[in-house]
Protein backbone atom coordinates (compact mmCIF):
# COMPACT_ATOMS: atom_id res chain seq x y z
CA UNK A 1 0.00 0.00 0.00
CA UNK A 2 1.21 3.43 -1.03
CA UNK A 3 1.37 6.19 1.48
CA UNK A 4 2.26 9.91 1.30
CA UNK A 5 2.45 11.58 4.78
CA UNK A 6 3.26 15.49 4.83
CA UNK A 7 4.41 17.07 7.58
CA UNK A 8 4.95 21.32 7.52
CA UNK A 9 2.92 24.14 6.32
CA UNK A 10 1.21 26.63 8.47
CA UNK A 11 1.15 30.90 8.59
CA UNK A 12 3.91 33.02 7.32
CA UNK A 13 4.32 36.29 6.64
CA UNK A 14 5.14 37.47 3.82
CA UNK A 15 8.75 37.30 2.74
CA UNK A 16 9.34 34.15 5.51
CA UNK A 17 10.04 30.84 4.94
CA UNK A 18 8.38 27.03 5.43
CA UNK A 19 9.70 23.46 4.81
CA UNK A 20 7.49 20.97 4.04
CA UNK A 21 8.20 17.09 4.22
CA UNK A 22 6.85 13.73 2.57
CA UNK A 23 7.25 10.34 3.72
CA UNK A 24 6.95 7.80 1.21
CA UNK A 25 6.70 4.31 1.37
CA UNK A 26 5.06 1.51 -0.73
CA UNK A 27 7.13 1.94 -4.15
CA UNK A 28 10.07 1.47 -5.80
CA UNK A 29 11.98 4.44 -5.40
CA UNK A 30 13.83 4.07 -8.25
CA UNK A 31 11.14 4.59 -10.55
CA UNK A 32 9.47 7.65 -9.89
CA UNK A 33 9.20 10.95 -9.48
CA UNK A 34 8.32 13.06 -6.66
CA UNK A 35 6.95 16.45 -5.63
CA UNK A 36 4.23 19.02 -4.96
CA UNK A 37 1.33 20.30 -6.34
CA UNK A 38 -0.12 23.32 -4.80
CA UNK A 39 -4.05 24.41 -5.09
CA UNK A 40 -5.74 27.65 -4.49
CA UNK A 41 -9.11 28.57 -3.94
CA UNK A 42 -11.15 28.83 -7.01
CA UNK A 43 -7.96 27.64 -9.24
CA UNK A 44 -6.84 24.55 -10.70
CA UNK A 45 -3.62 22.15 -9.01
CA UNK A 46 -0.57 23.40 -10.53
CA UNK A 47 2.82 21.64 -10.48
CA UNK A 48 5.57 23.60 -8.23
CA UNK A 49 8.51 21.39 -8.00
CA UNK A 50 9.11 17.68 -8.68
CA UNK A 51 12.62 15.84 -8.28
CA UNK A 52 13.21 12.57 -10.37
CA UNK A 53 14.62 9.97 -7.65
CA UNK A 54 16.61 8.19 -9.60
CA UNK A 55 19.26 11.05 -10.89
CA UNK A 56 18.34 13.81 -8.97
CA UNK A 57 16.92 16.12 -12.31
CA UNK A 58 14.74 18.18 -11.16
CA UNK A 59 11.27 20.81 -12.46
CA UNK A 60 10.60 24.30 -10.81
CA UNK A 61 7.18 25.98 -11.87
CA UNK A 62 8.31 29.33 -12.54
CA UNK A 63 7.02 31.30 -10.00
CA UNK A 64 8.71 29.10 -8.05
CA UNK A 65 12.21 29.22 -9.22
CA UNK A 66 14.49 31.32 -7.40
CA UNK A 67 12.88 30.91 -4.27
CA UNK A 68 12.00 27.09 -3.86
CA UNK A 69 14.73 24.30 -3.04
CA UNK A 70 13.26 20.70 -3.96
CA UNK A 71 15.47 17.84 -2.61
CA UNK A 72 15.34 14.11 -1.35
CA UNK A 73 16.38 12.47 1.24
CA UNK A 74 17.30 8.80 0.16
CA UNK A 75 17.92 7.10 3.73
CA UNK A 76 14.37 8.70 4.48
CA UNK A 77 12.68 8.49 1.41
CA UNK A 78 11.89 11.53 2.07
CA UNK A 79 10.99 14.37 -0.13
CA UNK A 80 11.47 17.97 1.15
CA UNK A 81 10.01 21.35 -0.16
CA UNK A 82 12.42 24.26 1.07
CA UNK A 83 10.18 27.54 0.79
CA UNK A 84 11.90 31.31 0.75
CA UNK A 85 10.72 34.70 0.15
CA UNK A 86 7.11 33.82 0.03
CA UNK A 87 4.34 35.98 -1.12
CA UNK A 88 0.39 36.02 -0.59
CA UNK A 89 -0.07 34.53 -3.84
CA UNK A 90 1.90 31.66 -2.62
CA UNK A 91 -1.02 30.63 -0.54
CA UNK A 92 -2.85 27.29 -1.10
CA UNK A 93 -3.08 23.69 -0.08
CA UNK A 94 0.35 21.60 -1.18
CA UNK A 95 0.09 18.43 -1.82
CA UNK A 96 3.00 15.99 -2.60
CA UNK A 97 2.92 13.26 -5.38
CA UNK A 98 4.77 10.18 -6.00
CA UNK A 99 4.52 8.29 -9.37
CA UNK A 100 4.67 10.67 -11.62
CA UNK A 101 7.30 12.13 -14.53
CA UNK A 102 9.08 14.84 -15.83
CA UNK A 103 8.88 16.23 -19.40
CA UNK A 104 12.07 15.67 -21.93
CA UNK A 105 14.02 19.19 -20.90
CA UNK A 106 12.21 19.63 -17.53
CA UNK A 107 9.08 21.80 -18.87
CA UNK A 108 6.85 20.44 -17.15
CA UNK A 109 5.79 18.07 -14.33
CA UNK A 110 2.85 15.28 -14.42
CA UNK A 111 1.70 14.18 -11.53
CA UNK A 112 1.76 9.83 -10.72
CA UNK A 113 -1.54 8.56 -9.02
CA UNK A 114 -0.41 8.52 -5.37
CA UNK A 115 -1.25 12.14 -3.33
CA UNK A 116 -1.08 13.11 -0.08
CA UNK A 117 -3.29 14.81 2.27
CA UNK A 118 -2.31 18.11 1.62
CA UNK A 119 -1.06 20.94 4.08
CA UNK A 120 -2.56 24.57 3.82
CA UNK A 121 0.52 27.25 3.84
CA UNK A 122 -0.93 30.76 4.19
CA UNK A 123 1.02 33.71 3.40
CA UNK A 124 -0.03 36.80 4.76
CA UNK A 125 0.75 40.68 3.96
Known amino acids: QVQLVESGGGLVQTGGSLRLSCVVS????????MGWFRQAPGKEREPVAG????????YYAKSAKGRFTISRDNAKNTVILEMSSLRPEDTAVYFC??????????????????WGQGTQVTVSS
Open 26 to 33: GLTRSTYT
Open 97 to 114: NAGGRLSSGYYNYYPGDY
Open 51 to 58: IRWSDGST
